[in-house]
């Protein structure tokens, strides 16, 4: 039995950050990795003792796994109560180094990032599982077909299409120092408690979404504005008066998280973009209370 595990266990953290990237929670994702757990072990020993590459079979069961879970998950998606959000990673996490590393293919805030992680959201099924495996873990179009069920043409179209969604998708990001300096002097304004600095910090659009799962408080729909998200703010802070802020590196740069007493209360991330750096502004901030998905955190 023990020999049996090894595999899984040598590629587990690369496992869950396949299945992290095409689900976008850390539960769903080791769930998924522990159903392929499931059918390694149920492999007669014959069978599995003829698979070459363990990792690449472990890979590939955990696409099929993560495809059929994307397949009802806008349908969950609709019965989340509130704004449903990415799970936030933290940057020294070991499923943001596995997006990483060994493969070189994507720089780590794009790994992870709730920026993309929210794009990925509205790709269908089989392209997300496409853009996952191949953009971000180079795995090749022939073992992917394996995954999906389709042709290595068929997926070379679906990784194709894929891109251009996450490309039109996506405002130009920021570099990560303008990104962080922008968040830190937005941490500043918010810590004045004075309404125009923080709007000063914010682009004029800018966007505010909060995930409680239903289980904490949270707003249920996006703030809109800058005025608006600037106040949401301040009242939280007037809710929470002897919270702190304490400086995070997230998948997407600097965050926040806040804290009261032993108590984690949430975790903000940024999104910051713009046409050019000079330009970049602070376009959304993702509050994540929801416990389930602050378990990296606490």
Not at 114 to 140: I, M, N, Q
Not at 175 to 183: F, G, I
Request: hydrophobic share 50%; proline share 4%; charged share 25%.
């Amino acid at each position: 039995m023990f020999v049996g595990m090894d595999p899984l266990e040598t590629h587990r953290a690369a496992l869950t950050a396949v299945a992290f990237g095409m689900l976008g929670t850390l539960a769903d994702a080791e769930d998924a990795v522990q159903e392929t757990y499931v059918r390694w072990m149920r492999l007669p020993d014959a069978d599995r003792a003829d698979i070459r590459s363990p990792g690449a079979w472990l890979t590939r069961v955990t696409g099929r796994i993560c495809l059929d879970v994307l397949g009802s998950a806008r349908a969950r998606r609709e019965r989340y109560v509130g704004e449903w959000l990415p799970e936030p990673v933290p940057a020294d996490s070991s499923v943001a180094h596995a997006a990483l590393d060994p493969y070189e293919r994507v720089e780590r805030s794009e790994a992870v990032s709730t920026a993309l992680l929210l794009v990925l959201e509205t790709l269908t099924p089989a392209e997300r599982v496409v853009f996952v495996l191949h953009d971000v873990f180079a795995v090749s179009f022939d073992e992917i077909a394996a995954v999906i069920g389709r042709s290595a043409a068929a997926c070379r179209q679906l990784a194709s299409s894929a891109r251009r969604r996450v490309r039109d998708g996506r405002r130009r990001a920021a570099a990560r120092e303008r990104h962080d300096t922008l968040v830190a002097a937005f941490v500043a304004a918010c810590a004045t408690g004075e309404l125009a600095a923080v709007v000063a910090a914010l682009d004029p659009d800018a966007v505010l979404r909060s995930d409680g799962g239903g289980v904490v408080s949270a707003a249920r729909r996006p703030v809109h504005g800058a005025d608006a998200v600037a106040r949401f703010l301040l009242g939280l802070a007037r809710k929470n008066p002897t919270a702190r802020l304490e400086p995070v590196v997230t998948g997407d740069g600097a965050g926040v998280a806040i804290r009261d007493g032993d108590a984690l209360l949430g975790v903000v991330t940024v999104g910051v973009s713009g046409e050019a750096d000079a330009d970049a502004r602070i376009t959304d901030v993702w509050i994540m209370r929801n416990p389930a998905k602050l378990r990296l955190w606490a």
